[in-house]
């Protein structure tokens, strides 16, 4: 079909894969139910770099079949706030739509799909919509180091974005006067505690003497017992 033939995401994807203006112009030819992600899919199977852009395991076959199906039903032929907000939430935790650490099919159709709507975001949505740009401006780049200049221009034009600058957290502020009031108060009473826990450290020292006591009464009183006896043998002398 001359409409798939001529479609910039179909000719960004052809350029990618390294497909001729034959090949592409027979992929985007396969009757009418033919659409912009099965024609991309196609001439994705014919590449060398296959197994990159459609996943070398089930898994990430599937996560990127799943995106590609999502692009083609919510992202054309419009972009909505809502569509755009989803695929940034999406990125919030993960470089790629497909995870992953290198590009995938899914991330090319969806840039190309996403370029106008990105191109023409107010400033004042860009805050809001901060991990697509991110991964869009990641994107791009890996894209333009595949094409030639004027490739990039007849498709899709470089982009400048704007990033929001990073801002980092605030510190935290100081305690109040009343937590300073109570942590010193808190502190005191621990130290008053301490002390109490100390003073009975005595006692033990104090029970041994007093322990020891008894053995030394008994002796003086085993020498008074005696005494008499001694009296009572010097009368007898």
């Not at 030819?29 to 991309?40: E, L, Q, R």
């Not at 305690?175 to 009975?200: I, L, M």
């Not at 006591?213 to 008994?218: E, G, K």
Request: net charge neutral; with cysteine.
């Amino acid at each position: 079909m001359a409409d798939l033939f001529q479609n910039p995401v179909v000719q960004l994807v052809g350029h990618i894969c390294g497909a001729s203006e034959d090949a592409v112009r027979k992929a985007a030819d396969t009757g009418s139910v033919a659409s912009v992600v099965s024609v991309c899919q196609q001439l994705a199977r014919s590449a060398s770099q296959a197994d990159h852009l459609l996943g070398l395991q089930p898994g990430p076959q599937a996560q990127i079949l799943q995106w590609l199906t999502w692009c083609s039903s919510e992202l054309s032929p419009t972009v909505t706030d809502d569509k755009l907000s989803a695929v940034d939430q999406h990125l919030a935790s993960t470089t790629f739509l497909a995870g992953g650490c290198s590009l995938s099919l899914a991330d090319v159709v969806a840039y190309g799909l996403l370029h106008k709507a990105v191109s023409t975001l107010p400033a004042a949505q860009v805050k809001s919509f901060t991990n697509v740009l991110r991964w869009f401006d990641l994107v791009q780049n890996l894209v333009a180091q595949q094409l030639s200049q004027q490739q990039q221009q007849q498709l899709f034009s470089r982009i400048s974005i704007a990033l929001p600058a990073f801002e980092p957290l605030p510190p935290p502020p100081p305690p109040s006067s009343k937590a300073a009031t109570a942590s010193t108060a808190s502190t005191a009473t621990g130290q008053a505690a301490g002390k109490k826990d100390k003073a009975p450290a005595a006692a033990p020292a104090a029970a041994a003497a007093a322990a020891a006591a008894p053995s030394n009464s008994s002796s003086s009183t085993a020498a008074a017992a005696a005494a008499p006896d001694a009296d009572k043998q010097q009368q007898q002398q």
